[in-house]
């Protein structure tokens, strides 16, 4: 590149820097806050000590002000002043830590190779998921744009599990391994839901016309959703306590109590046994 065609590039690279109306934090201390956040609220994990253990009124000023570093870049597109945010945000982490034991209880009670509620908290990815949705979701009430959804992409790229901020999702949440579940911003979840592996809560349209319509499922309390079932539609219900089978693809209503499934036909034939020569 001579001098003038990077002369040039600086300038065009300004210009279009210039345009952006956002700036954000970095997706480290976005990923860096969350996780603390959580070990905060459950230090089962530890790390080999490098420095002397803060008590907890200290960690959770460090939080708090993390986050305050974390709203600089953010500070012309807020419309409340920071602390007020910050009060609010951090006055409903009492209420999502109790959200949080009943989703890990749940996870514990109904998964038969869970040993312990530490081992969900710690090691399952749909729990760090969950977790990470739950403060992402307060991030968005109390109106923090685009970071909620950096926490929650977070989250995805941790666990593969994609699950947007502004859903409203009830108690005792559960999904299972996890992989590939995908949660769209306008569905509705109620409380004891299941999810699994691979299960879709998403739109029939993606027309960016939509963007302020209901486009994702209402999925009611005591629902269980199998693996790689498809729930697409704003005005889609899957009413309480029915179950969906793995591999369905549902675009329409279903009653309360319905029995849903794919029907497949699999046929097993034996091949005769090559001759011996």
Do not use: M, W
């Given at each position: 590149m001579t001098t003038t065609q990077q002369a040039l590039f600086f300038e065009r690279l300004t210009a279009q820097n210039d345009k952006y109306r956002y700036k954000l934090?970095?997706?480290?201390?976005?990923?860096?806050?969350?996780?603390?956040?959580?070990?905060?609220?459950?230090p089962i994990s530890k790390d080999c000590p490098s420095c002397p253990a803060k008590d907890l009124e200290m960690k959770y000023a460090d939080l708090r002000n993390d986050l305050r570093c974390m709203l600089q870049p953010l500070l012309p597109q807020l419309e409340r002043d920071t602390e007020e945010i910050l009060d609010d945000v951090f006055a409903q982490i009492p209420d999502i830590y109790e959200a949080l034991l009943a989703d890990a209880k749940s996870i514990t009670d109904n998964d038969p190779a869970s040993v312990s509620i530490e081992e969900v908290i710690s090691v399952y990815p749909g729990f760090m998921a969950i977790a990470t949705y739950r403060f992402a979701h307060s991030f968005a009430k109390a109106g923090i744009p685009l970071v909620p959804r950096m926490l929650t992409e977070f989250a995805h790229s941790q666990t593969g599990i994609d699950i947007h901020p502004n859903a409203t999702i009830g108690h005792s949440f559960f999904i299972d391994h996890g992989t590939g579940v995908v949660i769209g911003e306008t569905t509705r979840i109620g409380?004891?839901?299941?999810?699994?592996?691979?299960?879709?809560?998403?739109?029939?349209?993606?027309?960016?016309?939509?963007?302020?319509?209901?486009?994702?499922?209402?999925?009611?309390?005591?629902?269980?959703?199998?693996?790689n079932a498809t729930i697409l539609g704003g005005e889609t219900v899957i009413g309480h306590d029915s179950i969906i089978g793995g591999n369905a693809w549902l675009t329409k209503s279903v009653p309360p109590f319905s029995l849903v499934y794919h029907q497949s036909k699999i046929e097993i034939r034996q091949h005769s046994a090559p001759s011996v020569t």
């Open positions: 934090p970095s997706r480290q201390d976005a990923g860096k806050f969350i996780q603390n956040l959580i070990n905060f609220l459950f409380n004891n839901v299941k999810l699994y592996q691979g299960v879709t809560l998403g739109a029939t349209h993606v027309s960016k016309s939509l963007a302020s319509h209901k486009r994702h499922p209402t999925i009611e309390d005591n629902v269980v959703v199998y693996a």
